[in-house]
C-alpha cells in the first residue's frame, strides 16, 4: 500500500485534549518513533470520556492502544484505571509514561483594557478531583472560601469555560464568528476559575491568574498504555511487571503468602493496593507493580508460586521502566542460580 493510502494508527487516550494524560500519550509516541521503524509514523489521537470507554476502544479494534493514568505522586494509584484493569480480559500494559504535574488557577480572558475579576473575587473553581487535592494547601491559603466543583478532567473545566458565556468561544458566538469551538451557544458553568495545566490553559486562551499552584512540587504522574494481548516487549533488564492477585481465602496470614513469593526470590514491589473486587463487603484483590520482567526466572518463579496460593492471578504485562532504571539482582536471584538450582535437583531425581 502507497504512503498517500496508507491510514493513520489510531491510538487512545483519556480526554478531551489538553489532558496530561494527552501529553504522556504524544511523549511515548515521540520516544516510540525514535526507537526504530516500528514506531514511525502517522498517528491520530482519538479522546475518550473515561478509562472504561478508552481500553473498550482498545478490545474493539478501534484504536491500537490507549494511554490512562495509574499512580501519582502524591495521591497514589487512580482507582478507575486500577479497577478498570482488574478486569480489563484481553488487554496488556506495554509502556509506561512519568509527566511532571504543574498546575495554574485560570479563568476566561478579558477584553482588552479589562482587568478582570480578581482573583480573591473566585467562590467557585472546576477541577478534577485528583488535581483538586494536590492545590488543597493553596487553595486553603489563598481561596479558603472557595468551593470545588468537580469536573471530569481538568481540560475539560478548562473548556467549560472556554466555551461558556465569558469564555473566547463564547464570546466569538455571540458575535456572529464561529470561533474555533463554533456551534451551539455555550452555557455558564458553575464556577468562575478552573484548574488545569498550563498547556490546557494556553490551548483554550484562558488568562492565568495564578501560577504553579501545586502543593508538591515536582510531583509526577505515572501513565500506561495499554493494548491488545500479543507479544510481550522484550525484557531490558529495566522492566516492571504488573499484576491482580485474588486470594483463595480472607484467612490470616494470606497477604504474607503471597508476599513470601517474592520475597524469597529477590524481587522488589514498586506498588501494592487492595481494591474491592465487587463481590461483597470485605472482598479485595492486591494490584501490584514489581521489578522484572516474566521472562526473568525469579519472575517467573514468583508467578508459578502465586499461580499455585491464589484463587486468580491476572497479568497486566511486563514492560520497560520508563525511567530506564537497572534492576539490581541479589546474590543467589539471578537467572543463572535458578537454572542451577532445577539442573541440581534434575540430579536428584536421576534425571
Same mark, same amino acid.
Given at each position: 500500500?502507497?504512503?498517500?493510502?496508507?491510514?493513520?494508527?489510531?491510538?487512545?487516550?483519556?480526554?478531551?485534549?489538553?489532558?496530561?494524560?494527552?501529553?504522556?500519550?504524544?511523549?511515548? =509516541?515521540? $520516544?516510540? %518513533?525514535?526507537?526504530?521503524?516500528?514506531?514511525?509514523?502517522? #498517528?491520530? *489521537? @482519538? +479522546?475518550?470520556?473515561? /478509562?472504561?470507554?478508552?481500553?473498550?476502544?482498545?478490545?474493539?479494534?478501534?484504536?491500537?492502544?490507549?494511554?490512562?493514568?495509574?499512580?501519582?505522586?502524591?495521591?497514589?494509584?487512580?482507582?478507575?484505571? =486500577?479497577? $478498570?484493569? %482488574?478486569?480489563?480480559?484481553?488487554?496488556?500494559?506495554?509502556? #509506561?509514561? *512519568? @509527566? +511532571?504535574?504543574?498546575? /495554574?488557577?485560570?479563568?476566561?480572558?478579558?477584553?482588552?483594557?479589562?482587568?478582570?475579576?480578581?482573583?480573591?473575587?473566585?467562590?467557585?473553581?472546576?477541577?478534577?478531583?485528583?488535581?483538586?487535592?494536590?492545590?488543597?494547601?493553596?487553595?486553603?491559603?489563598?481561596?479558603?472560601?472557595?468551593?470545588?466543583?468537580?469536573?471530569?478532567?481538568?481540560?475539560?473545566?478548562?473548556?467549560?469555560?472556554?466555551?461558556?458565556?465569558?469564555?473566547?468561544?463564547?464570546?466569538?458566538?455571540?458575535?456572529?464568528?464561529?470561533?474555533?469551538?463554533?456551534?451551539?451557544?455555550?452555557?455558564?458553568?458553575?464556577?468562575?476559575?478552573?484548574?488545569?495545566?498550563?498547556?490546557?490553559?494556553?490551548?483554550?486562551?484562558?488568562?492565568?491568574?495564578?501560577?504553579?499552584?501545586?502543593?508538591?512540587?515536582?510531583?509526577?504522574?505515572?501513565?500506561?498504555?495499554?493494548?491488545?494481548?500479543?507479544?510481550?516487549?522484550?525484557?531490558?533488564?529495566?522492566?516492571?511487571?504488573?499484576?491482580?492477585?485474588?486470594?483463595?481465602?480472607?484467612?490470616?496470614?494470606?497477604?504474607?503468602?503471597?508476599?513470601?513469593?517474592?520475597?524469597?526470590?529477590?524481587?522488589?514491589?514498586?506498588?501494592?493496593?487492595?481494591?474491592?473486587?465487587?463481590?461483597?463487603?470485605?472482598?479485595?484483590?492486591?494490584?501490584?507493580?514489581?521489578?522484572?520482567?516474566?521472562?526473568?526466572?525469579?519472575?517467573?518463579?514468583?508467578?508459578?508460586?502465586?499461580?499455585?496460593?491464589?484463587?486468580?492471578?491476572?497479568?497486566?504485562?511486563?514492560?520497560?521502566?520508563?525511567?530506564?532504571?537497572?534492576?539490581?539482582?541479589?546474590?543467589?536471584?539471578?537467572?543463572?542460580?535458578?537454572?542451577?538450582?532445577?539442573?541440581?535437583?534434575?540430579?536428584?531425581?536421576?534425571?
Amino acid at each position: 500500500m502507497s504512503d498517500t493510502l496508507r491510514k493513520p494508527v489510531r491510538y487512545g487516550f483519556l480526554g478531551p485534549a489538553g489532558t496530561f494524560t494527552e501529553t504522556a500519550l504524544r511523549e511515548r =509516541l515521540s $520516544a516510540m %518513533a525514535a526507537s526504530g521503524p516500528d514506531g514511525v509514523g502517522e #498517528e491520530e *489521537l @482519538v +479522546p475518550f470520556g473515561s /478509562v472504561e470507554v478508552a481500553l473498550d476502544a482498545v478490545r474493539a479494534g478501534d484504536v491500537r492502544a490507549a494511554m490512562v493514568p495509574i499512580e501519582n505522586s502524591v495521591e497514589g494509584g487512580v482507582s478507575a484505571t =486500577l479497577d $478498570a484493569l %482488574a478486569r480489563a480480559d484481553q488487554l496488556l500494559i506495554i509502556a #509506561e509514561q *512519568l @509527566v +511532571p504535574i504543574s498546575f /495554574v488557577l485560570a479563568a476566561p480572558p478579558t477584553p482588552p483594557g479589562d482587568p478582570g475579576m480578581p482573583v480573591t473575587h473566585v467562590r467557585a473553581v472546576g477541577t478534577h478531583p485528583h488535581a483538586w487535592a494536590q492545590v488543597r494547601g493553596w487553595m486553603a491559603a489563598n481561596l479558603p472560601e472557595a468551593e470545588h466543583i468537580r469536573v471530569s478532567s481538568t481540560a475539560a473545566a478548562a473548556e467549560a469555560l472556554a466555551t461558556g458565556p465569558a469564555g473566547p468561544a463564547g464570546r466569538a458566538r455571540s458575535s456572529g464568528d464561529s470561533g474555533p469551538a463554533g456551534g451551539g451557544a455555550g452555557e455558564a458553568p458553575a464556577y468562575q476559575a478552573c484548574v488545569c495545566s498550563p498547556a490546557a490553559a494556553r490551548d483554550h486562551r484562558l488568562r492565568v491568574l495564578a501560577e504553579g499552584i501545586e502543593d508538591n512540587r515536582g510531583a509526577v504522574t505515572r501513565f500506561v498504555l495499554v493494548a491488545r494481548r500479543g507479544r510481550l516487549p522484550e525484557p531490558t533488564g529495566a522492566d516492571k511487571t504488573t499484576l491482580v492477585l485474588h486470594q483463595r481465602e480472607d484467612r490470616p496470614g494470606g497477604l504474607l503468602d503471597l508476599l513470601e513469593q517474592f520475597a524469597t526470590r529477590g524481587i522488589n514491589l514498586s506498588r501494592i493496593e487492595s481494591r474491592p473486587t465487587g463481590e461483597g463487603l470485605g472482598s479485595y484483590c492486591f494490584s501490584i507493580d514489581c521489578e522484572g520482567h516474566v521472562a526473568d526466572e525469579r519472575l517467573g518463579e514468583a508467578l508459578t508460586g502465586l499461580h499455585r496460593v491464589c484463587r486468580h492471578v491476572v497479568f497486566l504485562g511486563s514492560y520497560p521502566r520508563a525511567d530506564a532504571r537497572p534492576i539490581p539482582v541479589r546474590a543467589g536471584t539471578a537467572d543463572d542460580d535458578f537454572v542451577a538450582a532445577r539442573y541440581w535437583l534434575r540430579s536428584l531425581r536421576g534425571g
